[in-house]
């Protein structure tokens, strides 16, 4: 029997996780356009002289005030709506846990690794800036988050040409990036708790549990309790998103005899477009809309607070990710795949610089009791996501034209004989050359015959 070979970084993906990644990219990138629309919509609504009726719409209360659920649009907004976008967050964590990359913990120690680096390194760039400058240290958290949506709609845009593994690795690092916001989330933006409702919260969670395992079915009896779970949690004191983690999380993502796909899958299927379409999009409208002029974009880059977070997401985010992948792959097993080079590496981890969605609201978490400075750093959010989406776009788009470049190469036929030119030279760049596609030609011979199911011989025999 043969040794199981080890796990590459960013190595060659099973068919059925390239499909899942294809899909989840797909929409992911419809979600990250709606976004930038949404934004820009807030953006202009609240910098027009419209901007009277912008803050009238935000601050209209509606809802129960007897169950402590009287809360303006943009509460709604961020406390309900948000739950729906870390309800999938939670199932997309299990569905790696149980199926994905991180089931294997080989596999998964680089993007953990890179993950945690990537969020580490922003809070401590933060804290110099902050600490030099005598700012608050409130704000450690708000450069910390990534924005898949948008990351990922931006290298759906720009990247076309680079290889489909980088998109699984951005794809798998914000999965456990989410996770580690949410636990921030809920360890450090943890208002006085009410133990009854938490009490309550946790008991309507055990039932929720339970329901799925007796194998109870109908959306009339989950999404009522659901609701009931979100109301107790936020009248708990922890943020309410925190309640759709839990019941993401309960979901069952593992396909059992007959089944085509697993609960977890159908309802994220069923619930994304309302993640993506109607609540992210939502939030970004009634939390983007901060006013901007030459001298409050000019206050970003001179304040503590926010330049800490500007500096955060752009240098923080690109050093911790590219230094945590290199330093797992020094000190560790994981491989880079032989296809790829570092400059990739490093242009996906600036693009993880995007920290749209969750940064606003850890600003808003981090600042709730001084509204100005809440709306400096969601400016500082918007400036920093901004510079650093150019940044990777730009880095993207050298990388695209270096594999080109190398496609265009191997097409060359000048002489018009129906051979390439480049197997007519005779120089060492050509043999190092035709040893490298070899390497490739061989790589996408064994991929498609493990798509068709073909042998292990006749994967390992190159093309």
Same mark, same amino acid.
């Given at each position: 029997?043969?040794?199981p070979?080890?796990r590459?970084?960013l190595g060659?993906l099973?068919l059925?996780?390239r499909?899942?990644?294809a899909?989840?990219?797909?929409?992911?990138t419809?979600?990250?356009?709606l976004l930038?629309?949404?934004a820009?919509?807030?953006?202009?609504w609240?910098?027009?002289p419209a901007a009277?009726g912008?803050k009238?719409?935000?601050?209209?209360?509606?809802?129960?005030?007897?169950?402590?659920?009287?809360?303006?649009?943009?509460h709604?907004?961020?406390?309900?709506l948000?739950?729906?976008?870390?309800?999938?967050?939670?199932i997309?964590l299990?569905?790696e846990?149980?199926?994905?990359?991180?089931?294997?913990?080989k596999a998964?120690a680089?993007?953990?690794?890179?993950?945690?680096?990537?969020m580490?390194a922003p809070?401590v760039?933060?804290?110099?800036?902050?600490?030099l400058?005598n700012?608050?240290?409130?704000?450690?958290?708000?450069?910390?988050?990534?924005?898949?949506a948008?990351?990922l709609?931006?290298?759906?845009?720009?990247?076309?040409?680079?290889?489909?593994a980088?998109?699984?690795?951005l794809?798998t690092?914000a999965?456990v990036?989410? $996770?580690?916001a949410? /636990?921030i989330i809920?360890i +450090?933006?943890?208002?006085d708790?009410?133990?009854?409702?938490?009490g #309550? &919260? %946790?008991a309507?969670?055990?039932v929720f549990w339970?329901?799925?395992?007796?194998?109870v079915?109908?959306?009339?009896?989950?999404?009522?309790?659901?609701?009931?779970?979100?109301?107790?949690?936020?009248?708990?004191?922890?943020?309410a998103?925190i309640a759709?983690?839990?019941?993401g999380?309960?979901?069952r993502?593992?396909?059992r005899e007959?089944e085509?796909?697993?609960?977890?899958?159908?309802?994220?299927?069923?619930?994304?477009? $309302?993640?993506a379409? /109607?609540?992210?999009?939502? +939030?970004a409208?009634?939390s983007?809309?901060v006013?901007?002029s030459g #001298? &409050? %974009?000019?206050?970003v880059?001179?304040?503590?607070v926010?330049?800490?977070?500007v500096l955060?997401?752009v240098?923080?985010?690109a050093?911790?990710?590219?230094?945590?992948?290199?330093?797992?792959?020094?000190?560790?097993?994981a491989?880079?795949?032989?296809?790829?080079t570092?400059?990739d590496?490093f242009?996906?981890?600036s693009?993880?610089?995007i920290?749209f969605?969750v940064?606003l609201?850890i600003?808003?978490?981090?600042?709730?009791?001084d509204a100005a /400075?809440?709306?400096?750093?969601?400016?500082?959010?918007l400036?920093?996501?901004?510079?650093a989406a150019?940044?990777?776009?730009v880095l993207?788009?050298?990388?695209?034209?270096r594999y080109?470049s190398?496609?265009?190469?191997e097409?060359?036929d000048?002489?018009q004989?129906?051979?390439p030119?480049?197997?007519?030279?005779?120089n060492?760049?050509?043999?190092?050359?035709?040893?490298e596609?070899?390497?490739?030609?061989?790589?996408e011979?064994?991929?498609?015959?493990?798509a068709a199911?073909a042998?292990?011989d006749?994967?390992?025999?190159?093309a």
């Amino acid at each position: 029997m043969s040794a199981p070979t080890d796990r590459k970084f960013l190595g060659l993906l099973s068919l059925p996780e390239r499909r899942y990644i294809a899909d989840a990219l797909r929409t992911e990138t419809v979600g990250g356009v709606l976004l930038l629309l949404a934004a820009v919509a807030a953006l202009i609504w609240a910098n027009t002289p419209a901007a009277d009726g912008y803050k009238a719409v935000q601050d209209f209360h509606i809802g129960p005030s007897a169950l402590g659920l009287d809360l303006s649009i943009q509460h709604w907004a961020a406390d309900g709506l948000l739950a729906i976008f870390f309800f999938v967050a939670g199932i997309e964590l299990k569905r790696e846990l149980v199926a994905g990359e991180l089931r294997d913990p080989k596999a998964a120690a680089l993007p953990v690794i890179a993950a945690i680096c990537g969020m580490a390194a922003p809070a401590v760039v933060y804290t110099l800036v902050n600490t030099l400058g005598n700012g608050s240290m409130d704000g450690w958290a708000v450069p910390t988050a990534t924005d898949i949506a948008f990351a990922l709609a931006v290298l759906a845009v720009i990247g076309t040409s680079l290889p489909s593994a980088l998109r699984a690795f951005l794809l798998t690092l914000a999965v456990v990036d989410d $996770l580690f916001a949410i /636990l921030i989330i809920a360890i +450090f933006f943890t208002s006085d708790l009410n133990f009854a409702a938490l009490g #309550g &919260a %946790i008991a309507g969670l055990v039932v929720f549990w339970l329901l799925l395992r007796k194998e109870v079915h109908g959306w009339y009896v989950y999404v009522p309790l659901a609701l009931v779970i979100w109301g107790l949690m936020y009248n708990s004191g922890v943020h309410a998103t925190i309640a759709g983690v839990a019941i993401g999380l309960m979901l069952r993502c593992t396909t059992r005899e007959g089944e085509k796909h697993s609960p977890g899958e159908h309802i994220e299927h069923l619930v994304r477009p $309302l993640s993506a379409g /109607l609540a992210v999009p939502l +939030f970004a409208l009634f939390s983007a809309g901060v006013s901007v002029s030459g #001298g &409050a %974009i000019g206050d970003v880059f001179t304040q503590p607070v926010t330049l800490g977070v500007v500096l955060g997401l752009v240098v923080g985010k690109a050093i911790g990710i590219f230094g945590g992948t290199w330093l797992a792959a020094r000190f560790t097993r994981a491989e880079l795949n032989p296809d790829l080079t570092w400059p990739d590496v490093f242009a996906v981890a600036s693009l993880a610089g995007i920290g749209f969605t969750v940064s606003l609201l850890i600003g808003e978490l981090a600042f709730a009791g001084d509204a100005a /400075l809440t709306d400096e750093v969601k400016a500082a959010v918007l400036i920093g996501s901004l510079i650093a989406a150019v940044l990777a776009s730009v880095l993207l788009k050298l990388r695209v034209r270096r594999y080109q470049s190398l496609i265009a190469d191997e097409e060359r036929d000048e002489d018009q004989d129906g051979v390439p030119d480049i197997y007519e030279q005779d120089n060492p760049a050509y043999h190092l050359r035709m040893a490298e596609i070899y390497e490739k030609k061989a790589s996408e011979h064994r991929e498609r015959a493990r798509a068709a199911g073909a042998s292990r011989d006749d994967a390992d025999r190159p093309a």
